[in-house]
Nanobody, 123 residues
Framework: QMQLVESGGGLVQAGDSLRLSCTAS????????IGWFRQGPGKERDFVAA????????YYADSAKGRFTISRDNAKNTVYLQMNNLKPEDTSEYYC????????????????WGQGTQVTVSS
């Protein structure tokens, strides 16, 4: 069964950049749309960005537009989330999710979640 592993989180200062990676095991990665979500302490898990299986379509939360870019490399089984101009309010655990029948913003069925990577932005 495919598994997702996030990496690239860390502690940065406001205005800095980070690139998160979501790497999948298994040969079926290119069949899945992939999304990024985040969840802060005591908060609900919120959609951040998503990309469809062939990278033709991308979707962003309003909070991510203009600062975050999602991309994928199917040859490497990896989806990236480039985050620029980070703000303290971006501090969260970031999760990637896979959906074989992807809907925009992954509002439908999610088949698989990763374990998360922590992003902390200090002011």
């Amino acid at each position: 069964q495919m598994q997702l592993v996030e990496s690239g989180g860390g502690l940065v200062q406001a205005g800095d950049s980070l690139r998160l990676s979501c790497t999948a095991s298994g040969p079926t990665f290119s069949r899945f749309g992939i999304g990024w979500f985040r969840q802060g302490p005591g908060k609900e898990r919120d959609f951040v960005a998503a990309i469809n299986r062939n990278a033709v379509n991308t979707y962003y939360a309003d909070s991510a537009k203009g600062r975050f870019t999602i991309s994928r490399d199917n040859a490497k089984n990896t989806v990236y989330l480039q985050m620029n101009n980070l703000k303290p309010e971006d501090t969260s655990e970031y999760y990637c999710a896979a959906s074989e029948n992807m809907t925009p913003r992954l509002t439908g069925r999610v088949d698989l979640w990763g374990q998360g990577t922590q992003v902390t932005v200090s002011s």
